[in-house]
C-alpha cells in the first residue's frame, strides 16, 4: 500500500486553485491586442507604465508579426538616437514605418526635454525615486537612470575604478551634536540580491544609554566629479546605520569605492555642487577618461551650448576621433545631441553648440543627464 497517498481536492480547495489560476490566465486563452507604431515607440522607450508594458510583452510572447513589428521598430530608433538633434528635425516624410516613428520620436524628445529641463527641486524629488527603484515615471525616471549610468561610467575611470584598502568616505558632522562621533563607512557594495547596502559605524565619545537614544539626522551623498547627487537619507539613534537602494543592472555585484561617498550627521548639508564639474568621457572597450565641464547644459534660442575642457593627453591621443554628446531623453534612450571634431579643438575650454531643434530653452537639471564619447568615424 502506497504511504501518503494523494487525497481528493475538497470543493473549497478546488476554488481556490481554479482563482489562482484565474489570475495567472491558465484557464483561458491569454487577452493581448497587437500594438500599435505609437505605444511600440514609446515600450522601446521605457516611457510606459508596467500595466502598459506587461500588455506589449503579452502580445510579442502570443504574436509573430507583433515581434517582427517590434524589432523594426527598435531598430529605427537605435539609428534616430545616433543621428544629431538637427537631422531628426530634417527627416520624418511620408508613412513608412521609418517616417512614422521618426514623427513620434520627435514629439517625444522635445516633451521628455521640456520635463527634464524644468523640473523643479529635482533633488528633493531624487531622494523618493532613489527610494523606489524604477518605480518612477516621466523626467525623473530619465534623471534616475542616468544617474546610475554617469556612476557606472565613473567607475570605469583608472583612478577610481578600484575600490582601494584605506579609502575612506567624506564624512561632516553639524558643531550643535552633543556628543563627538567617530564615523566610518564599513559597507558600501552591491549585493547578489540587487540591492546596493550602505552600513555606516558611529561611535559616540560618550555612549552612554540616555545619550544613544537620541536621533540625529543622517544622510548619505555621491560626489560624482564635483556633483552632489542625494542617495539615502534616516535617522540614526544607535551605533549603526543602514540602508538598502535598489540597484541596476549597470552596477556589477561587489564592493565600490568609498572615495566618492559624503555623509553628513546632524543639521548639516551635504555640499553643493561644483559650478566645474569633471565627467567621464567614453573611449570604447570599457575605458573612460575625465573631461570637465563649467556649469549646466542649457539650450539657448534653439541651439545647445556647453562649455567643456578636454585635458591635453586626451587631444593627443584620440586626434581622428569625434567627441559625441548624447542626451538622456528617456529612461531606455541616449539621443545624439552633436559632434564635434577633435582635429580643430583649442586649449582651454571650448564653448561647444549645437542646434537643438524642439528642445525648450532652459538649464538642464544635471550634468548626468548627458553623456560624452569619443567615435573614431
Known sequence: MRRNAEKPLSSTGAQRLGDWLRRQHALAPPVWQQPDIGTLVRYCAGLLTSTEAEAVERALSEDAGSRVRWLQVHEVLEALSQKPLAEIQNTGAGDDLQAQVTRLWREIVGVQAQEIVHAPRWRK?????????????????????????RWSAVL?????????????????????????????????????????????????????????????????????????????????SGGAWEAAIPAPALLSPGRLPLGQIVVALGDV??????????????????????????????????????????????????????????????????????????????????????????????????TALMRLQLIKH
Not at 176 to 184: M, Q, T
Request: aromatic share 6%.
Open 125 to 149: 524629488t531624487l531622494e523618493g525615486a532613489l527610494a523606489e527603484g524604477s518605480a518612477v515615471a516621466g523626467g525623473v525616471a530619465s534623471l534616475l537612470k542616468s544617474l546610475w549610468y
Open 156 to 236: 570605469r575611470v583608472p583612478e577610481v575604478a578600484v575600490a582601494r584598502a584605506g579609502d575612506s568616505a567624506r564624512v561632516l558632522v553639524a558643531e550643535n551634536l552633543p556628543r563627538e562621533p567617530h564615523v566610518v563607512v564599513d559597507r558600501f557594495e552591491v549585493g547578489s540580491d540587487g540591492y546596493l547596502h550602505l552600513r555606516v559605524v558611529i561611535q559616540w565619545a560618550d555612549s552612554s544609554p540616555r545619550q544613544e537614544a537620541v536621533a540625529v539626522p543622517i544622510s548619505v551623498a555621491l560626489d560624482l566629479g564635483g556633483e552632489i547627487v542625494p542617495l539615502a537619507h534616516g535617522q540614526v
Open 269 to 366: 548639508s551635504v555640499p553643493a555642487t561644483a559650478q566645474r564639474v569633471r565627467i567621464p568621457v567614453e573611449i570604447g572597450d570599457g575605458m573612460a577618461m575625465w573631461a570637465e565641464v563649467d556649469g549646466l547644459l542649457e539650450c539657448v534660442k534653439g541651439e545647445i551650448r556647453l562649455r567643456l575642457y578636454l585635458p591635453e593627453e586626451v587631444r593627443d591621443n584620440y586626434p581622428d576621433y569625434t567627441l559625441a554628446l548624447d542626451i538622456c531623453i528617456s529612461p531606455q534612450v541616449w539621443q545624439r545631441a552633436g559632434e564635434w571634431s577633435l582635429r580643430s579643438w583649442g586649449r582651454g575650454y571650448q564653448l561647444l553648440t549645437a542646434p537643438a531643434p524642439g528642445i525648450a530653452e532652459g538649464v538642464f537639471a544635471s
